[in-house]
């Protein structure tokens, strides 16, 4: 893969409405990224491989539990921060930055949000360390979109839950911990367990060949009468509100992490086009070329306008879910648009991994459909300013 070269575009000078902190906190993130993800990811994706060693860099820059409090062993930090983070890392990788929203915001949050002292106490310090790792299972093999179809169930057999069924999909499922499984109790009320590796009859087998998010593993989550402790029951939420407020928090990360991959696109294209010659003269001279990539920064400046505010309104508390839907919709489409752009500025180079585009253009193919997909986003603010869910 060819030397990292990014020169990341601030086509409004964004840099001005950010705190000297939000600035820290971004550049950290971008340099780990240039130095320790840059230079192995295309490796490790064609490998279709996660690359563990760089779970003790994640934690470094804050990216697990970045707004956590720091007496759980979070990073502290306000939403714009998380969103920096969120789009460093996914304009490295959005597989690494899938590992990352993970841990943080459908592992740490709902123990944070969720949990109890002791839940809190016993997992968050190691999760904020990298030390353990954690995945979420809410998608089942017949219930994506429709999560609150799902079969997974448990009993209550009077000093444990005895755990049944199966997660479909599930991001960091073969190499984590814990993991924290939405089931159903016999009333039929869905409800918050972490599960542990090791418990019997507990299985994460590895969803294989995947073209897409390949540098991260992705696999099963298989209960086959597990005994679950009672004190692994999240107490503080349930009902389909409570993933569905972990899922909130993952979307906002997706928004600011989509421009970072577009960023990335945009900056190869734009550095290609200047640098390659056909016909005698710098193919970005061409009217053609210039049409891409001007649509292209006009597109990530409007991404980063959306995702800056819809970070003011988490910071204030009122950012809403469909708020949320709005930008992750927009920001994926966004990203991929680019990228297919991009990959045809490059020509034939594009589609090589000597470039980091074709990547990045087959990790949104994921990165589009989970955490809710496309349509069903589109759906979810036709239902908010009509009053009137199209899709239940
Ligand atoms: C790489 C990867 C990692 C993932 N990681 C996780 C994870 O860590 N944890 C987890 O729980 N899940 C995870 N998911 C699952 C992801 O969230 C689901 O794939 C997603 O919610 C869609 O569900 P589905 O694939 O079953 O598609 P379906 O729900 O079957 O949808 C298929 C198509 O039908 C459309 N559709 C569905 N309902 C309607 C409707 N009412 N009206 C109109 N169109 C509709 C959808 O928009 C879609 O285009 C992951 C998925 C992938 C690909």
Redesign the pocket.
């Known amino acids: 893969m060819k030397p990292d070269l990014f020169e990341a575009p601030d086509y409004y000078n964004m840099d001005d409405l950010l705190s000297e902190e939000h600035k820290l906190v971004r550049d950290a993130a971008r340099q780990w990224v240039k130095r320790d993800v840059s230079p192995i990811i295309e490796d490790f994706a064609q490998k279709a491989e996660f690359p563990t060693q760089i779970l003790s860099g994640l934690a470094e820059i804050g990216a697990f539990g970045p707004y956590i409090p720091e007496e759980y062993g979070g990073a502290g930090l306000d939403q714009i921060s998380y969103g920096l983070i969120m789009q460093e890392i996914e304009r490295g990788d959005s597989g690494v930055r899938?590992t990352a929203s993970?841990q943080s915001s459908?592992v740490m949050y709902p123990i944070f949000a969720y949990g109890s002292e002791e839940q809190k106490q016993k997992y968050l310090p190691k999760l904020a360390t990298g030390e353990m790792m954690g995945?979420?299972?809410?998608?089942e093999?017949d219930?994506?979109?429709?999560?609150s179809g799902m079969v997974t169930n448990f009993k209550d057999m009077g000093d444990h839950y005895l755990l049944n069924g199966a997660?479909?999909?599930?991001?960091?499922?073969p190499f984590a911990d814990i993991a924290v499984v939405?089931a159903k109790n016999e009333a039929g009320r869905i409800h918050g367990l972490i599960v542990e590796r090791g418990m019997e009859g507990f299985s994460t087998p590895e969803?294989h060949n995947?073209w897409?998010?390949r540098a991260?593993a992705?696999g099963e989550l298989i209960f086959d009468n597990v005994k679950v402790p009672k004190e692994n029951l999240l107490p503080g939420k349930n009902g389909l509100g409570a993933?569905l407020g972990c899922l909130d928090s993952a979307r906002y990360g997706i928004a600011w992490g989509a421009i970072g991959a577009a960023m990335d696109c945009y900056d190869t294209a734009l550095r290609y086009a200047k640098e390659r010659v056909q016909f005698g003269r710098p193919i970005a001279a061409t009217q053609l070329q210039q049409k891409k990539l001007a649509e292209m920064i006009t597109e990530i400046t409007k991404a980063q306008l959306l995702a800056l505010r819809l970070g003011q309104l988490k910071n204030e508390g009122k950012a809403t879910s469909a708020q949320i839907s709005m930008a992750k919709r927009n920001n994926v489409e966004m990203a991929i648009n680019i990228a297919r752009e991009a990959r045809q500025v490059l020509g034939g180079m594009g589609i090589t991994g000597e470039y980091s585009i074709m990547r990045h253009m087959m990790n949104l193919e994921?990165v589009i459909?989970?955490?809710?997909?496309?349509?069903?986003h589109l759906?979810i603010t036709g239902a908010d300013i009509t009053g009137m869910a199209?899709?239940?």
Not at 135 to 139: H, N, V
Not at 143 to 147: A, E, I, R, T
């Open positions: 899938s993970v459908l995945c979420f299972g809410l998608t093999p219930h994506g979109s429709n999560p997660k479909l999909w599930i991001s960091n499922s939405w969803t995947k897409s998010l991260s992705t993933p994921s459909t989970y955490e809710g997909t496309h349509d069903i759906l199209a899709f239940k």
